[in-house]
């Protein structure tokens, strides 16, 4: 079965930086569009970046600069570099992809960013 499994979350100060990491099954990964969401309390859930299979990258304009997504085909990863943080950024994270029409989400980390 699919499973996305994400971690690297935690507290981290405003201004610092953490790395997320997306390890995956279950499907063939190199196929397949692989996305970063947040949802923060109270806001609905938005999409931070995505990955194509191809290697075409889009940014949320609110992270365009400062998060850097990028895959690895062979460990069948999908990381998101977050540097720059500020506490607007707080938020559980989620890794997500789209198989034959059907979504599929992990269970997400948390992020915090509070002096």
């Known amino acids: 079965q699919v499973q996305l499994v994400e971690s690297g979350g935690g507290l981290v100060q405003p201004g610092g930086s953490l790395r997320l990491s997306c390890a995956t099954s279950g499907f063939r990964f190199v196929s397949h569009t692989m996305r970063w969401y947040r949802q923060a309390p109270g806001k609905e859930r938005e999409r931070v970046a995505a990955i194509a299979n191809g290697g075409a990258i889009i940014y949320a304009d609110s992270v365009l600069g400062r998060f850097t997504i990028a895959r690895d085909n062979v460990q069948n990863t999908v990381s998101l570099q977050m540097n720059s943080l500020e506490p607007e950024d707080t938020a559980v994270y989620y890794c997500?992809?789209?198989?034959?029409?059907?979504?599929?989400w992990g269970q997400g980390t948390q992020v915090t960013v509070s002096s």
């Open positions: 997500n992809t789209n198989i034959d029409g059907r979504v599929y």
